[in-house]
C-alpha cells in the first residue's frame, strides 16, 4: 500500500523510500519501467547538483549505492547502509565520488537497468565512437561454508553480498576516451582519503581514512587499467577502440575482487542470476504493466538488509522534501509501519521470504528470542539498535544546499500507536493463508495487541511523526482497532478462545469511539478529533477495511 506523504519527520523524498506521493519508489530512476531517462531539459536556474530523480539505485541487499546519470557514485555507505559515507557528492559536491566515463561527456546517450535485475547498463556516445558501462553491486552463491558468518542472523540463501561494487566497459565502435576518477571521503566528508599501491605493477591500490584508519574501512581499487594516484584520489585515463574491455572494481571485505574482465564479466553474469532468480518466484501478470511492477518489487528487494531481515525505508538521508527545504531526515533504518507496507505489496506478487525474514527480525528486537520483551519502537536501526540519536552535520552544505544535513533520527522514541495495527495486520495477512503462526512470535503478538489496549485512548505523533503536541489522530485509533481485530483472528488461529473474544469486543469499543469523535458533521472521517481536517492516511480505514 502507498499513501501520501506530508509529513514533518517520516518517510519524505529520499531514492527509494517506501512511502510515496510521487515520491519514494516513483522518484527513483529505478521505478518505472527497466530505461532511464539520462537527464531531463529544464529552465531551471542551473545546479551542480542532478535531479534526484536521475540518480539509478543499485543494492546486494547489503548495501546500496546511488550512481548519477554523468556515471559518477555520489552516494555510498560501508560496511552498512547506515554507516557513515565513503561517497557523498550527492549531499555535497565535495564529499567524494567515483566517477566511470567518456573524457568531456556527463550526458549519456541512454540508461536502463537489464530486465530483471539491478545491474545498470549506460550507453555513452562521443564524437568518434560508442561505449557501454555496466554497473552493480556484487552478489554470488553462498559464500559461508567453513565458517558461519558473523553478520548474518536469518536462514542462509543461495545468493549473498560480496561486498564489491563493479564497474565494467565495453568500446563497441570507433574509439572512446575514458577517464576514472575515485575520490573517497569517509565518515561523512570529514576524513580524507589516503592512498597507496598495493601491488607491483599500477593495478591495484588502497584508500584509507587519514587520521583514523582503523575506524573506518580500507577500500581496495582493482582494475585493468593503469592507476594514477593523486592526493586523495585515484585516476586512470584511456583511449578504448572496438572491442577492449575495461574492469574496476572497488572492495570492502575478504572477497576477492576479480583480476581481470572475464572473471568480472562471470562475476556481473553471476549477479544478474541472483537477482533474475528472485524476480522468477513472483507472481507477476502478463500485462503491459509487467515491467513496472517487477521494477518496484526489485526496488523494495533492495532496501531489505538480508543479514538481519530489516527493511530500510531510504538508502539516503537529507534529501529534501521540498526545494531548499529543513524537512531533510535520515531513512536509513526501518520502519515498522513501512516495512509492513512494504511486505503488503511483495505479498500480492507472491513474494513473501521476505515477510518471514523481518518477522524473524521484530522477533529479535523484542526480546523474543532471549526470552525478555521490550515494546515495540518505531523504527529500529538495520542490526536491531534501538537508540538513533539525531546529529546534524553542519560542514555539509545539503542537496541543493537544502540544510541541515541530519544522522540519526529523532523521532525513534516518539509514541505513534499506528505500529501495533501494522504489524498485527502483517503477520495476519501471512499467517491466514498456512493457518498458522510461528511459535516463536505468539508471544510478540499478544504483547502488541496489550500495548494497543493500554494506549489506544491516549494522542500520539501519528503517522506523520509530528514534533508538536501529541493529537488524537484518527488514523492512530483506526490502526489501533486493526491491532485488536487482527489480533482476535490471530488468537483464533492459535487456539486461544478466551483472548479472540475479549480483543473483539474491545475492537468493536474503539470502532464505536472513532465513528463518535473522528467523523464531523457531513459525516466525513477527520484527521484529528475535533478537527475538520482531511487527511489521505485515512484511506487507511478503506484498505484495513474498518469500513
Known amino acids: ?73 555520489e552516494w555510498m555507505c560501508v560496511p552498512r547502509p547506515d554507516s557513515p559515507s565513503v561517497f557523498g557528492s550527492i549531499l555535497d559536491r565535495g564529499a567524494g565520488h567515483f566517477r566511470l566515463a567518456p ?44 565458517t558461519r558468518s558473523r553478520t548474518h542472523r536469518r536462514t542462509p540463501m543461495d545468493w549473498d553480498a560480496e561486498h564489491i561494487l563493479l564497474r565494467t566497459v565495453r568500446c563497441v565502435s570507433g574509439t572512446v576516451e575514458f577517464v576514472m576518477s575515485c575520490e573517497p571521503s569517509f565518515d561523512y566528508h570529514r576524513e580524507s582519503a589516503t592512498w597507496e599501491y598495493s601491488a607491483a605493477a599500477y593495478g591495484e591500490a588502497i584508500a584509507r581514512a587519514g587520521k583514523n584508519p582503523e575506524a573506518h574501512p580500507t577500500l581496495r581499487l582493482t582494475t585493468n587499467l593503469r592507476i594514477g594516484l593523486e592526493g586523495h584520489e585515484a585516476r586512470a585515463r584511456t583511449r578504448l577502440t572496438e572491442g577492449d574491455k575495461v574492469f574496476v572494481a572497488l572492495s570492502w571485505s575478504k572477497h576477492p575482487a576479480p583480476q581481470t574482465f572475464d572473471e568480472a564479466s562471470d562475476k556481473m553474469w553471476k549477479t544478474s542470476e541472483a537477482w533474475r532468480q528472485w524476480i522468477n518466484v513472483g507472481d507477476f501478470p502478463d500485462h503491459p504493466w509487467r515491467s513496472y511492477l517487477q521494477r518496484s518489487a526489485l526496488t523494495l528487494k533492495g532496501l531489505t538488509y538480508s543479514p538481519t531481515g530489516a527493511l530500510l525505508a531510504a538508502s539516503t538521508t537529507s534529501l529534501p522534501e521540498t526545494p531548499h527545504g529543513e524537512r531533510n531526515w535520515d531513512y536509513r533504518y526501518s520502519w515498522i509501519r513501512d516495512s509492513t507496507f512494504a511486505l503488503w505489496g511483495l505479498y500480492t506478487l507472491g513474494l513473501d521470504r521476505e515477510a518471514d525474514d523481518f518477522f524473524s527480525f521484530i522477533a529479535d528486537v523484542s526480546g523474543a528470542n532471549n526470552g525478555e520483551r521490550h515494546p515495540l519502537q518505531v523504527m529500529y536501526g538495520v542490526g536491531g539498535e534501538r537508540s538513533l540519536v539525531e546529529e546534524e552535520l553542519h560542514h555539509l552544505s545539503g542537496y541543493d544546499y537544502s540544510r541541515p544535513v541530519r544522522i540519526g533520527n529523532g523521532a525513534y522514541n516518539q509514541m505513534q500507536h499506528d505500529i501495533w495495527g501494522t504489524m498485527l495486520d502483517s503477520v495476519y495477512l501471512h499467517a491466514k493463508s498456512r493457518e498458522q503462526i510461528p511459535e516463536m512470535l505468539w508471544p510478540v503478538l499478544k504483547n502488541q495487541v496489550e500495548e494497543a489496549i493500554k494506549h489506544w485512548k491516549e494522542p500520539d505523533r501519528g503517522i506523520w511523526e509530528v514534533r508538536g503536541e501529541p493529537q488524537h489522530f484518527t488514523s492512530s485509533k483506526i490502526m489501533c482497532w486493526v491491532a485488536l481485530d487482527r489480533g482476535s483472528k490471530l488468537a483464533e488461529l492459535q487456539g486461544e478462545k478466551s483472548y479472540a473474544q475479549q480483543w473483539r469486543a474491545i475492537a468493536d469499543e474503539i470502532k464505536a469511539d472513532v465513528l463518535a469523535h473522528g467523523v464531523d458533521k457531513r459525516g466525513v472521517l477527520t484527521q484529528r478529533y475535533g478537527d475538520d481536517a482531511l487527511d489521505a492516511s485515512l484511506l487507511l480505514a478503506i484498505l484495513t477495511r474498518f469500513l
Open 103 to 146: 573524457y568531456g561527456v556527463t550526458v549519456p546517450s541512454a540508461r536502463r537497468y537489464l530486465p530483471g535485475s539491478l545491474i545498470l547498463e549506460t550507453t555513452w556516445q562521443t564524437h568518434t565512437g560508442w561505449a557501454i558501462v555496466r554497473d552493480a553491486l556484487v552478489m554470488g552463491p553462498w559464500h559461508d561454508i567453513e
Open 1 to 73: 500500500m502507498v499513501l501520501p506523504h506530508t509529513d514533518k519527520s517520516g518517510p519524505s523524498s529520499d531514492p527509494g523510500h517506501i512511502l510515496a506521493n510521487g515520491h519514494g519508489i516513483p522518484h527513483l530512476a529505478a521505478a518505472g519501467d527497466d530505461s532511464l531517462t539520462g537527464g531531463a531539459i529544464s529552465t531551471a536556474v542551473r545546479t551542480p547538483f542532478p535531479p534526484i530523480a536521475d540518480y539509478a539505485f543499485l543494492s546486494d541487499c547489503e548495501n546500496t549505492c546511488l550512481i548519477s546519470s554523468a556515471g559518477s557514485v
